[in-house]
């Protein structure tokens, strides 16, 4: 069983900075991957960025060169650097642990970007 506490989100105007964290409880394998995902109101859930166990990455073109995702294995801790955010980067962000076979969510954070 894995846990997963997001924390990070907020209010931020359009070309602003956040950066997201999750922290991860349980028995966690090397296996791992984590990640993050994105829903706005109204559509699908989608993949924002992923790093393995071991920091091979992942990300959206719509994110590509403006996010960073990272991972500290030693506190089970993924983060997500969002820079030049745009008001299109609003959504409730979900933190996304698949660990061996089977894929765990956070309860979600609110991102909101104003223009």
């Known amino acids: 069983q894995v846990q997963l506490v997001e924390s990070g989100g907020g209010l931020v105007q359009a070309g602003g900075s956040l950066r997201l964290s999750c922290v991860a409880s349980?028995?966690?394998?090397?296996?791992?991957?984590m990640g993050w995902y994105r829903q706005a109101p109204g559509k699908q859930r989608e993949l924002v960025a992923s790093?393995?166990?071991?920091?091979?990455?992942n990300y959206a073109d719509s994110v590509k060169g403006r996010f960073a995702i990272s991972r500290d294995n030693a506190k089970n801790t993924v983060y997500l650097q969002m820079n030049r955010l745009k008001p299109e980067d609003t959504a409730v962000y979900y933190c996304?642990?698949?660990?061996?076979?089977?894929?765990?969510w956070g309860q979600g954070t609110q991102v909101t970007v104003s223009s």
């Open positions: 996304n642990s698949l660990n061996g076979r089977v894929t765990y």
């Open positions: 790093v393995t166990w071991f920091g091979i990455t």
């Open positions: 349980g028995s966690i394998y090397s296996s791992n991957v």
